[in-house]
């Protein structure tokens, strides 16, 4: 490894001192799904209804959007009494001619402005943090759920749904906390208004506190089919999503097999799809905002032709006229405040009802009340198929198969197998009314009993031994400390190669090196020009397929676990590179318990143990020398591999 440490680089092996976050609210400290692994958890949201998940995810930061409604309502000070300072400086400063009396108002009036420019700039500050908070909160939440129902997630809910919560419907939560709270504040304004105009005439009072209730519900009915349209928008976006990712993660395969323009073709059709959607929406929620503006207009015209005719009858004076204009004037904002507080509602209630479809979810594992400690060093044994893996041995498991093989590493880790499509959440396009609530409630229906069913599967005995110990009877965290699965499904994430190699920066430098030469990765620390430091895309986009396969199979063999199973681990490599991976693998893991799924003879060349499966049950085992002497199934096995090996090259 003289050519990993040749290269200058400081030691970057130390360990990230930890920031305290104590009286802090940004970045969010949340700790739902998990219980006591954070010093500050937080409970689980309520998932009973979309209204019920919106309060639980407002009241989490229910001191924050009260100082900035606080803060909104001194900031809106100038707009509240600047109307009633400005008649009273009209009427007793110039028509009653009193120039103290006017100094004074305008001395008021100036102190009101001055509070109102100071609160300004703190309520942005305030409604842009509690915006972020909203948003990265419910980023948190989806990583945690994501992290706490690993690989069962993706049998239950699509991709894209995932991403599209953890982005566009995040950012929905984060603008409702700002809604909320400037119309709060403007409520207060409102208020006020309302309270003083009717001290200086009931009848125009009456109408500028009744506006604002008659023109939102006014505009109600319009809500309903802007929520379906919404609906529609969202739920084509989030299959668009989803299109996009099975795209990329198969963009390699589809340029070998030239089926590029197919896909691209899908994706275009789904993209207008989701445009003519989204116009739909935008269609309605234009005609909701027109009609705001419609109805405010009206209000306007009724407040002067109404404030008029009171001067003219000398109920009103000359400064009361000009407070009435003002306020006119300024309940088109608190109006229209509302308006929106209504639509973001809407919208977010859609997203809710999405997050929850998420969030409801619980992992099937249940912990026993009284776990066993699991042996590493001891025989594993899988009953379904009649495995025993002896201890300490390089054990090759071989299927003309791969997927039978792939499964018996499943549950030789305790994982749930993958038999099952997510159940999607979209709506219906033409699904309205009762026929919409019966189509939620069926997928509602289906996803419970996905969920039953693994929870049956994995709460009973499990059928796979560790030291005699059924798996099932150990903590879930014993059983993936003790027996690690590194499969063809692993992925690498954006990072550098140093956090690809060693997640949990548990390794000293030799050590992570030594894991890279095993895996035989060293051209990948070659290739970056900041060696260990070197940036990797999502998923190592950057890499080949065969680099990105040895860089998971050296985060594998660093993490030394007491069992390693390893399916089809040099599945896309050279055959010169293969042979030094098997051979170093095999002196690496000697002594320690070491499973490959495989049927290349240059891995069965240094297997100390060969099982043969056949229709998912161990029928023959031994050494592979004595095996292809003995065995014909075997040998039949063993042999196309060698000639599909050959075609290929």
């Not at 992290?147 to 991403?163: D, F, I, K, Y």
Request: glycine fraction near 10%; aromatic fraction near 6%.
């Amino acid at each position: 490894m003289t050519h990993l440490t040749a290269r200058a680089e400081p030691a970057r092996w130390a360990a990230t001192p930890k920031v305290s976050h104590d009286m802090q609210d940004f970045p969010p400290r949340i700790a739902t799904f998990f219980t006591g692994s954070d010093d500050a958890p937080s409970p689980d949201p309520d998932t009973r209804s979309p209204a019920a998940f919106l309060r639980w995810v407002l009241g989490q930061q229910k001191a924050l959007v009260a100082l900035s409604s606080l803060c909104y309502a001194l900031w809106f000070l100038p707009m509240t009494l600047g109307p009633w300072i400005f008649g009273n400086a009209v009427d007793e400063g110039i028509v009653g001619g009193s120039e103290a009396a006017l100094l004074g108002w305008a001395s008021l009036l100036l102190g009101v402005v001055a509070v109102g420019a100071v609160f300004g700039i703190v309520s942005h500050t305030l409604v842009v943090r509690s915006w972020l908070v909203g948003l990265y909160g419910t980023l948190e939440m989806v990583t945690r759920k994501v992290a706490q129902m690993g690989h069962v997630l993706p049998r239950r809910s699509p991709t894209g749904e995932v991403l599209s919560v953890a982005s566009s419907d995040s950012d929905e939560f984060g603008a409702l906390t700002e809604i909320l709270s400037r119309t709060l504040g403007q409520l207060a304004s409102y208020l006020t208004v309302a309270v003083i105009v009717l001290t200086m005439s009931w009848e125009l009072g009456l109408l500028t506190l009744v506006a604002a209730p008659v023109l939102v519900g006014a505009a109600l009915p319009l809500l309903r089919p802007l929520h379906r349209r919404q609906q529609v928008e969202r739920s084509r976006t989030s299959d668009l999503t989803s299109l996009a990712t099975d795209i990329v993660a198969g963009l390699r395969i589809l340029r070998g097999i030239g089926g590029e323009q197919t896909f691209g073709a899908n994706y275009a059709r789904q993209s207008q799809s989701a445009k003519q959607a989204g116009v739909g929406a935008g269609i309605w929620q234009a005609a909701v905002e027109a009609v705001g503006v419609l109805l405010s207009g009206i209000f306007l015209v009724s407040l002067v032709w109404l404030g008029t005719r009171q001067v003219q009858a000398g109920a009103l004076t000359v400064g009361e006229l000009i407070t009435f204009l003002g306020y006119g004037l300024f309940m088109v904002g608190p109006i229209r405040t509302f308006f929106e507080f209504a639509q973001k509602g809407v919208r977010s209630l859609v997203s809710a009802r999405k997050a929850i479809a998420i969030f409801e979810q619980r992992p099937p594992w249940r912990d026993p009340a009284d776990p066993v400690a699991l042996d590493g060093a001891g025989a594993l044994h899988d009953a379904a198929s009649g495995l025993t893996v002896r201890p300490g041995l390089l054990t090759v498991v071989v299927s003309a198969v791969p997927e039978q093989s792939a499964a018996l590493a499943d549950r030789l880790g305790r994982y749930l197998p993958d038999d099952t499509e997510p159940v999607p959440a979209a709506e219906d396009d033409g699904v309205r009314g009762r026929a919409a609530r019966r189509a939620r409630a069926a997928r509602a229906q289906e996803r419970a009993r996905i969920a039953a069913r693994d929870e049956e599967r994995a709460g009973r005995e499990w059928g796979v031994t560790l030291g005699g110990v059924d798996l099932s009877r150990a903590r879930l965290d014993d059983v993936r400390r003790q027996v690690l699965v590194s499969d063809t499904g692993s992925q690498l994430f954006a990072g550098t190669l140093q956090d690809a190699v060693d997640p949990h920066g548990r390794l000293t430098r030799e050590q992570a090196e030594h894991a890279l030469r095993v895996a035989s990765a060293e051209d990948v620390y070659d290739a970056l020009p900041e060696g260990w430091q070197g940036q990797l895309d999502e998923r190592g986009r950057g890499l080949s397929g065969g680099q990105r396969q040895r860089v998971v199979l050296a985060r594998a063999v660093a993490a030394d676990p007491p069992v390693l199973v390893l399916v089809e681990p040099t599945s896309a490599v050279d055959a010169h590179t293969e042979a030094r991976i098997a051979e170093r693998v095999a002196d690496a893991r000697r002594g320690r318990t070491t499973v490959v799924t495989t049927v290349s003879p240059l891995w069965l060349h240094h297997a100390e143990h060969v099982v043969l499966l056949h229709e998912g049950t161990v029928v023959a085992e031994g050494r592979h020398a004595d095996l292809l002497v003995s065995d014909d199934d075997y040998r039949r096995v063993v042999a196309r591999a060698l000639d599909d090996e050959e075609v290929v090259r």
